[in-house]
């Protein structure tokens, strides 16, 4: 049976704030011809120049996956590469007025909302993968991160996190067919730890952030006087810590959404090889520098796998 390259039955937009650079605006989902693949348009700016999402164009990995050329850039557009991946669609526009992907909840979850509402269209042409045909593995030592991908008919992932935190040791999760991403993935916010918010905070670098887009993690005791300081930055009437060390600001899909949001990502960031994979990815301590790294490791591979058959 031949499967078919997807895009979107029609334009749907969402509006939302940047997480770290704090910009609001909107982004739109645009229906793209076969083989387009995914690429932003940066609206907001003259000519409105294109930045393919491609590994190869990934520029930062700094707190989210950023992609640029030239002098422009968009930045922490993994949530959106995964929804796309994860809702199975080969070709959109995205138009984006705006330095950076809106962070919504800290999830995909509004994204695949959206590519729901306006639906999926068949497009006229076969949809090509990327077959991993032998293992591939990368090494981090010194953040002991490891990820390897087999060959696999379908694509699946398992993923392994260990903070070594008291709050957030070893947590494991498993997506075994991407079938299960809107139910079981999709939904996962992003994390911080406490003392990375503050250290963000100081440094300005979440301008956008909001105790509705993130769970944060307590790993030490917190005096009121600091508990006061974050309700009033984020307009909250009182900020506490729960038994279980995350602040009340939200409560938790799954035991182990952080990993399941960890897993998220890496979904997200290897859509940036521009086609979906077929293979079973297994990463330890993942992060986006590690999940960029190993898509390059697959790209090339790949590479020079057709130079040699030439």
């Known amino acids: 049976m031949i499967e078919r390259q997807t895009t979107l ?8 704030q940047g997480l770290h650079t704090g910009q609001k605006g909107t982004m739109t989902f645009n229906p793209a011809p076969a083989d387009y693949g995914i690429k932003f348009k940066r609206t907001d700016i003259k000519d409105s120049p294109l930045i393919e999402a491609l590994v190869n164009n990934v520029i930062s990995t700094n707190r989210g996956t950023c ?6 850039k968009v930045h922490t557009i993994e949530h959106v590469m995964a929804a796309l991946r994860g809702m199975s669609i080969d070709n959109a526009l995205i138009e984006v007025d705006m330095e950076e992907v809106p962070i919504k909840d800290g999830s995909a979850r509004y994204f695949v909302e959206a590519i729901e509402e306006v639906g999926i269209e068949e497009l006229d042409a076969e949809r090509e993968y990327i077959v991993i045909d032998e293992p591939l593995r990368m090494e981090i030592p010194e953040k002991k991160t490891t990820i390897e991908i087999r060959p696999s008919k379908r694509f699946s992932v398992d993923t392994i996190i260990d903070f070594e935190s008291r709050v957030l040791g070893e947590q494991s999760a498993t997506l075994e067919d991407i079938s299960e991403f809107k139910a079981e993935i999709a939904p996962c916010r992003t994390f911080v730890f406490l003392h990375e918010l503050e250290f963000l905070l100081k440094n300005d670098l979440i301008k956008g952030g909001d105790l509705n887009n993130a769970i944060v993690f307590v790993n030490r005791k917190v005096p009121q006087e600091e508990m006061d300081y974050l309700a ?5 009437p009182r900020v506490k810590v729960n038994g279980n060390g995350i602040l009340n600001n939200l409560s938790l899909y799954f035991d182990n959404e952080p990993a399941r949001h960890k897993l998220l990502d890496i979904i997200g960031d290897l859509y940036l090889l521009g086609k979906p994979l077929k293979g079973h990815v297994t990463a330890t301590r993942p992060g986006h520098h590690a999940n960029t790294e190993f898509a390059k490791l697959i790209f090339n591979h790949i590479n020079q796998k057709v130079k040699t058959n030439d």
């Open 9 to 16: 039955k029609k334009a749907i937009s969402i509006k939302g």
């Open 67 to 72: 992609i640029g050329k030239g002098n422009t």
């Open 232 to 236: 009033d930055l984020f307009d909250k």
